[in-house]
């Protein structure tokens, strides 16, 4: 088992159980993808897999990437991640991975990693929900601004703003990975993935999709 795929965040829906319980979900379409390489401890040192996932036009990719997907007898791949294993992979170059490896009642939690949506240039109340100044008499045209930044400018310390201060800058579009999200439901006819809780990234965006590393319980 290759515990991972790579998908597309498709959007939100619902699902309703036999007792008419509604759990809100996110459908992510996760899969196929393509084994484009195969390493073991005695070629590279250690076990993985690297999965392709997406055709893409071989005029938009690149020699070199083309003649690496060409070895797998496949095109060029949109995106190629590669996953560490603690075995050595039983699968061989070529091969196809779905989500038909998730719809065991054994995985019953999933990480998924994205970039989380880029809001461009923010000022400091939007960006870290600052309170700005006070809106009364005596402040002018300085209602939405930090306020001083110069407190680590003390002797000893230099005129150095601090390392990390929250000032206005660009927001949004990070990697983010959010940890132990239940997997709902499996749909292997469409390779789709239900999974319950905040998935970061816009409808459509790329997601990273792998077995909890911290949680491992069973679904119901």
Not at 72 to 83: D, L, N, Q
Not at 142 to 157: C, D, N
Not at 165 to 184: N, Y
Request: glycine letters at 14%; aromatic letters at 4%.
């Amino acid at each position: 088992m290759i515990p991972a795929l790579i998908g597309r965040k498709v959007g939100m829906t619902r699902v309703i159980d036999a007792s008419g319980e509604v759990t809100p979900v996110t459908v992510v379409k996760a899969g196929p993808c393509t084994v484009l390489q195969v390493k073991t401890v005695e070629t590279d040192g250690y076990n993985a897999v690297q999965l392709g996932f997406e055709d893409v036009k071989p005029h938009r990719s690149t020699m070199p990437l083309i003649g690496h997907a060409g070895k797998a007898g496949t095109g060029p791949k949109r995106v190629a991640r590669e996953i560490r294993l603690n075995d050595a992979p039983e699968l061989e170059l070529g091969s196809v991975v779905t989500v038909d490896q998730f719809s065991g009642d054994e995985v019953g939690y999933v990480d998924v990693t994205g970039n989380s949506k880029g809001r461009g240039y923010a000022g400091v109340m939007r960006r870290w929900n600052m309170g700005g100044q006070p809106a009364s008499h005596g402040t002018e045209r300085k209602h939405r601004s930090p306020g001083s930044i110069g407190g680590m400018a003390q002797r000893g310390r230099g005129r150095c703003i601090k390392k990390g201060k929250r000032m206005a800058g660009h927001w949004g579009d990070e990697r983010i990975t959010q940890r132990c999200l239940k997997l709902v439901a499996v749909d292997t006819a469409n390779n789709l993935l239900l999974v319950k809780g905040s998935v970061p990234g816009p409808e459509d965006g790329l997601l990273f999709v792998r077995v909890s590393k911290t949680r491992s319980v069973a679904r119901n």
